[in-house]
C-alpha cells in the first residue's frame, strides 16, 4: 500500500501520533496510540519468548537508559559515531552525505526494476529474469552505477575520507531536493549521541549521554549476570529499551526517530566460535521473521560492505518497506572489542574462566539488534491491505483490513451486539464480553450498523468478531466472523473460547522457529 495511506492509517486508527502535535510536533519523535501500544507490547512479547523463554542458555536484563561517561568512551561512540553531514549553502537544509549517495543508488535500482517490470509484461512467461538483467545493455548499466557507487562510498566512509565523499556527491551531480542547486558545502562528521548534564556535577565531568544502544548495559553487567545466573559460555544477554540518536535526517515516519527502542541481545562464545554462532543467529533470526507469516521475498539478507569498528563480520535483515529494501535487524560479530575496552577503561578484568578448557578470556561476542518501531512499521506496511469483498447483500465493496498475525493483533476479538436499541441483546453482549475479556483482549461495540462494525474492526486487525443476536438468547451461540476469509459461524461460547485461546496461543509459533 502507498506509505502515505500507511502513515495516515496509523494516525487515524490510534496507532501512532506526532509527538506534541498541539504544539506542531517534535520532527523524528512519535507516540504510540492504545493500538499502537498493544502491537508494540505484542511484538516485544513475541521477541521476548522466542529470545529468553524459549532459550534456557538466555537470560533477561533491564538496565538503566544513563550510564558512565567512560561507557561511550570505551565504546568508541564519542569517538566514530558520528554521521558525514553536508549542507546546501542556498536551501540551508542540512542531509546526511552517505544518504545521499544512497538515494541517488535507489534511484538507479528503482530505474533498473522498471524496466525489468516492462520486459516482463512483455515477454509474459517466457520471462527470465536473470537472463534479461544479465544481457539488457541499460538495465547492466543502471546496476553497474549502483555497484560503483556502492564501493566508492564504502571505501570513503571505511578511511573516513569526507573529502571523497563531496566529490562523490558532485560527481553524481545530486542537487538538493529543496533548492535544486549543487552548492553543497563541505561534509564534515556529526556525533550522533545526545548529551545532558548531571545535577550535581558541572562541566565535563557531568556530562552524561543518553545511550545510543542498549548493547553497552548488557556488557558493562556482564560479571554480574554471568556470576549471578551461573550461565556457562555459550550464554546470551538479551533486553528490550529505549534508545536515542541524534538523526540528522528524520524521514520515513517512525522508520528513523531520535527516541526509538532496540531489542537487543549478545551471545557470549569461546574466541574463534564466533563466526559459527554468527551464522546460527543469522538464520535463527531470519526464522523469526518467517514465522509471523511474512513472505520470504520481502526480506533479503545484506553482508555490509563497510564494518563497523566493533565487527568482524556483520549482516543486516532487509524487508522491503513501501520506500524500498532497508535495514529492519542487524546481526554483528562484535568480536572482544567492547567487554576488552571496558576493561582497559574501568581496570576490572571482564573475562570468563572457562571450565572445560581450564583457562580465562575476555568472550567474544554475536549480537542480534532490531528495532521495535522498525518491526513495528514492517508488520503494518505489510499487513495493511485494500481488499474488494462482497458485503451483507453480496455486492461488492471495498474495505481496508490489517492481516496482522493474531499474536501481534491490538485487539483480538471484538464483541457486538446485532442492534444497540435491544436492551436483551446489549445485556448478554456486554456479559460475554466480560467473560472473554478475561481470555484475551476484547473489545465491545454497539455503535453504528453491523457492517460498519466489522470493517472498524478490519481496520485495527481484530481477527475473530463475535454477533450476539437473537438466536444468542435462546440457544447461547452466536456468530463468529472470521478477519481474513470472511467465514460466519455459528457456534458456542465455548467455542469461541477454544478458537480465541488457540488462535492467539505462542507455542506453535515458537516452535517453528
Ligand atoms: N547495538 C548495535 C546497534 O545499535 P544499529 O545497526 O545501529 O546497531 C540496530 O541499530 C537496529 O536499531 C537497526 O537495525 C534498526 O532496526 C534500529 N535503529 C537504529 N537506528 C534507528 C533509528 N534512528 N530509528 C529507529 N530505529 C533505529
Known amino acids: ?76 561512540h564519542v569517538d566514530v559515531f558520528n554521521d558525514p553531514l553536508i549542507d546546501n549553502k542556498d536551501s540551508k537544509k542540512r542531509y546526511r552525505a552517505d544518504v545521499l549517495i544512497e538515494e541517488f543508488m535507489d534511484k538507479l535500482e528503482t530505474k533498473a526494476e522498471k524496466e525489468i ?4 509484461k512483455r515477454f509474459g512467461d517466457s520471462f527470465d529474469r536473470e537472463v534479461f538483467v544479465s544481457t539488457n545493455e541499460r538495465v547492466k548499466g ?14 570513503a566512509m571505511k578511511d573516513n575520507d569526507l573529502e571523497d565523499l563531496r566529490k562523490h556527491i558532485e560527481d553524481l551531480e545530486i542537487a538538493c531536493p529543496v533548492s535544486g542547486s549543487r552548492n553543497w558545502t563541505d561534509v564534515r562528521q556529526f556525533n550522533l549521541m545526545f548529551s545532558t548534564q548531571l545535577g550535581n556535577i558541572a562541566g565535563e565531568e ?58 537487543e541481545m549478545q551471545f557470549f562464545v569461546r574466541p574463534g566460535d564466533e563466526l559459527k554462532w554468527y551464522e546460527h543467529w543469522k538464520e535463527e533470526r531470519m526464522r523469526w521473521h518467517l514465522a509471523l507469516g511474512t513472505p520470504k521475498e520481502r526480506f533479503r539478507f545484506h553482508e555490509h560492505d563497510n564494518l563497523a569498528h566493533y565487527a568482524n563480520a556483520a549482516v543486516d535483515i532487509h524487508y522491503q518497506f513501501p520506500f524500498g529494501f532497508k535495514e529492519l535487524e542487524g546481526i554483528h ?102 467473560d472473554l475479556k478475561y481470555v484475551v483482549d476484547c473489545q465491545y461495540d454497539e455503535k453504528d450498523a453491523i457492517g460498519r462494525r466489522y470493517r472498524r474492526q478490519d481496520a485495527v486487525g481484530t481477527p475473530w468478531c463475535v454477533t450476539v443476536d437473537f438466536d444468542t438468547l435462546t440457544d447461547d451461540t452466536v456468530t463468529l466472523r472470521d478477519r481474513d476469509t470472511l467465514q460466519q459461524k455459528r457456534v458456542s461460547v465455548e467455542e469461541v473460547k477454544t478458537t480465541l485461546r488457540s488462535g492467539v496461543d505462542l507455542e506453535t509459533t515458537l516452535r517453528s522457529i
Request: proline share 4%; aromatic share 12%; glycine share 6%.
Open 1 to 76: 500500500m502507498d506509505f502515505k495511506k500507511i502513515t495516515s492509517h496509523a494516525k487515524e486508527y490510534g496507532f501512532i501520533f506526532q509527538s506534541s502535535e498541539i504544539y506542531d510536533g517534535l520532527a523524528a519523535v512519535y507516540d504510540y496510540g492504545q493500538n499502537g501500544a498493544a502491537l508494540k507490547n505484542n511484538i516485544k512479547n513475541y521477541w521476548w519468548k522466542a529470545m529468553v523463554q524459549s532459550h534456557e542458555e538466555i537470560v533477561g536484563i533491564d538496565s538503566a537508559i544513563f550510564m558512565h561517561p567512560k561507557t561511550w568512551k570505551a565504546s568508541g
Open 117 to 120: 517490470k516492462k520486459a516482463r
Open 142 to 155: 543502471y546496476y553497474n552505477r549502483r555497484d560503483e557507487s556502492a564501493s566508492r562510498l564504502a571505501t
Open 206 to 263: 557531568g556530562k552524561l549521554y543518553l545511550r545510543p544502544e542498549t548493547a553497552q548495559g548488557i556488557f558493562v553487567n556482564f560479571l554480574n549476570v554471568a556470576k549471578t545466573s551461573r550461565q556457562r559460555i555459550p550464554f546470551g544477554i538479551a533486553q528490550i529499551g529505549k534508545a536515542f540518536r541524534n538523526e540528522i535526517i528524520a524521514r520515513q515516519f517512525i522508520f528513523r526517530m531520535r527516541e526509538f527502542e532496540q531489542m
Open 333 to 434: 560479530s562484535r568480536t572482544d572489542f567492547d567487554l576488552r575496552s571496558h576493561e582497559e577503561l574501568s581496570g576490572r578484568k571482564m573475562q570468563y574462566y572457562d571450565p572445560e578448557l581450564e583457562k580465562s578470556y575476555i568472550p567474544y561476542v554475536v549480537e542480534t539488534s532490531i528495532g521495535l518501531d522498525r518491526m513495528f512499521l514492517s508488520q503494518l506496511s505489510e499487513s495493511l491491505q485494500e481488499e474488494t469483498v462482497p458485503d451483507a447483500s453480496g455486492k461488492e465493496s471495498q474495505r481496508i483490513v490489517m492481516k496482522l498475525h493474531p499474536i501481534l493483533a491490538p485487539v483480538k476479538c471484538a464483541v457486538l451486539p446485532l442492534v444497540k436499541n435491544k436492551p436483551e441483546l446489549t445485556e448478554k453482549a456486554r456479559k460475554m464480553f466480560d
